[in-house]
């Protein structure tokens, strides 16, 4: 585009004599022409480095109003007057519908009006190339914060996962710091996830409740963290005193938990792996529907370690007698469906060989 006083135009016209004298008249304005004498060639010579196109309609073959619609198809938005013999209204209306931006009779006997014709379409020309310009350069800057923002998204989103990393593996190492302080307790939190996760694949979980599952299984009783190691190994029944205080370890584990946000589900089972189905545990007293099935499967995991783990104050039960007991307490202390098929999971293990 050079500006008003020198574009490129293309005439279209049949007439040998019209289409030169309008091609000295623009060259006279200062344009470069291009004349072709039909539609057809028209399209052959259309780029997107015309100004404007000057079209006759009557023409052999592709007439001025085809050749428009074929213009129209490449979408150069390229200002075009129809110049013609036959200035009928029915004309005009249909040149306006297709978009024409004038429509002028010939021969042409004011050639001041053309000039202002040809440079009002030539500055509409102007218009639309800056318009397309600035709507690319805006979306190309749109593009690329959408990219800066993506990518810093993508920064922010591994940040917070490395944190979220970070913070867990803390957790467990203060976890299995204080386990190894007691022989009896050492491997618990392991065991307990794997019996948790081998419960969940059975029920054929999903994979995001199985990440919950295990997250909360690893950190289930940090809690134990603030109370006193001594409650832990005393050999004998506990006090009634140091059973008050050792009952409140999944309700400060939960505490502990809270500041992280993306562990709101894990907080929940954490502080809630020692509620019963009947409404006997603690800390809440809740129980049945109340209880998510992780928090079910999670309470039959540890109490099943429980039962088999040596501890300094009982004897550890054999697979079959934990077994029988979990059966035993189905529907007041564990989920009916979780024991089921923790049962079977077990008996499928024993006849294998195969240790859980």
Known sequence: MKGTNQAKVLIADDDTLVREAVQKILRMFGHEVVAVPSGEEALERLTAELDLIILDINMPGMDGFETMRQINRRDLGIPVIFLTGVGSMEYAVKAINLGAYDFIPKPIEDLDIFNIKIRRAIEKRMYVLQERAYKENLEREVRAKTAE????????????????????????????????????????????????????????????????????????????????????????????????????????????????????????????????????????????????????IITVADSYDAMTSKRSYKVNMDTAAAIAELNRCVGSQFDPEVVRVFSEVLHKKRKTGVAL
């Open 149 to 296: 923002l993506a990518d810093k998204n993508r920064l922010l989103e591994e940040y917070s996962r490395n944190l979220e990393v970070s913070a867990l593996n803390t957790m467990l190492t203060l976890q299995t710091a204080l386990e190894e302080k007691d022989m009896y307790t050492a491997g618990h939190t392991i065991r307990v996830t794997n019996y948790a996760l081998t419960i969940a694949q059975a029920m054929c979980l999903s994979a995001e409740e199985s990440a919950v599952l295990e997250r909360a299984c690893q950190v289930h009783d940090i809690g134990k963290l603030v109370i006193d190691v001594n409650y832990i190994r005393k050999p004998g029944a506990l006090s009634d005193e140091e059973w008050a205080l050792m009952r409140k370890h999944p309700e400060i584990g939960a505490n502990i938990i809270k500041p992280l946000s993306f562990m709101q589900q894990e907080l929940f089972i954490v502080r809630h792996h020692h509620e019963r189905l009947d409404g006997k545990g603690y800390p809440d007293g809740i129980g049945g529907t109340e209880l998510d099935i992780l928090t079910k």
